[in-house]
Structures are given as C-alpha cells and as structure tokens.
C-alpha cells in the first residue's frame, strides 16, 4: 500500500517513500543549492562548477562528501548529461531530443538497470519516472507551498541520489535557453 506525506512532506518513521524538496530554475550550472528531505532538513548540496571543457555538478552529502557528479555532454547531437559516482563511472545518461519546435522528449539511460521514460508535463514538474510499466519517481509541485519549490517522491529500493540527479538534468534542460 502506497503511504504518502502530508502537504509539507512529513510522514511517521515507517514511511517508505523517500520525499526531497527542490528549488525551481534555481538550478543552473555555476550555483550552489541544497536539496532538502520531507522535514526540510538540508540533505544534499548541489555545487555548480564551471570548468574549461563540461561544465559539471557535484552532489555532496551533508558532510560534504561527493557522492555523485553531472557532466554536461556538448560535443553531442543531442543535449545530453551524465551521471557519474565518485569515481567516475557512468550510472546514467540523461538526453534531450526535439520531438517538435514547441515538445522535447527527454529519456533517461541507465548502466546495469532499466532504462527510465519521462512521462508527464516536464516544464511545470509534474511528471513521473518509470522503469517498464513500474513507477520509480513521481516530481510534483503539489505537494509544497513554497514558491518555486517542486518534490521528488521515491519508491522504495531505488538509488535516491541517481533519480535526484535525474530529476537536476530535466530541470536543466527543460529550462535552458540555449538549447
């Protein structure tokens, strides 16, 4: 049975979904940001760097830990960005493809697991993520009042960090300018 959070993201200890608060458009390659839990406790920070070749993202922990880094892939047909762990292995691939001057198709790529489709309304923050015919993540601005905040709701045993760092990837690219 699929618990879910009340408005603000709270929810008793036994509740299995992961629920993360992100910010709107604030994400964007050369700016800080932190992702909060449910609680709004601060959880993950998102450093923006700009470096000479790929602009890149890295995912701390509360400790400041690198626990994963987005590179922007430009030297492509299509947009894209990648996934990688601390070492430097790709997870996943996130691509953007132009279905029609006013609709993007975004797909997701994964390394040793399904791949992901991007059901929903990309730019508002309302879609899902899927494996198959099995929900992973749903993004929704619904479920907090905060001005320009949206969630990320988790299903139990996924990667949180790699489905947080996909959800980071669509909201670059559903709001990049320049693509």
Not at 45 to 62: E, M, Q
Not at 106 to 121: A, F, H, R, W, Y
Not at 150 to 167: H, K, S, T
Request: with cysteine; glycine share 8%.
């Amino acid at each position: 049975m699929r618990r879910r959070r009340n408005a603000a993201g709270h929810g008793s200890a036994d509740d299995l979904h992961h629920r993360y608060q992100m910010r709107e458009k604030m994400i964007s390659i050369g700016d800080d940001f932190w992702i909060e839990n449910g609680d709004g406790d601060n959880v993950f920070k998102v450093d923006g760097k700009a470096v000479r070749v790929r602009n890149t993202l890295d995912f701390k922990d509360i400790n400041g830990n690198v626990v994963c880094t987005i590179q922007e892939r430009k030297l492509r047909l299509k947009e894209s960005m990648a996934i990688l762990t601390p070492d430097g292995q790709q997870v996943a691939e996130v691509k953007k493809a132009i279905v029609s001057p006013v609709r993007d198709r975004i797909s997701v790529e994964m390394d040793g697991s399904p791949d992901l489709d991007v059901k929903g309304n990309i730019v508002d923050h309302e879609y899902t993520l899927k494996a198959g015919d099995q929900e992973v993540a749903q993004v929704s601005k619904k479920w907090f009042r905060v001005r320009d905040s949206y969630g990320v709701e988790i299903e139990p045993g996924q990667n949180d960090i790699v489905i947080l760092a996909v959800a980071v990837c669509i909201d670059q690219m559903s709001h990049d300018s320049g693509s």
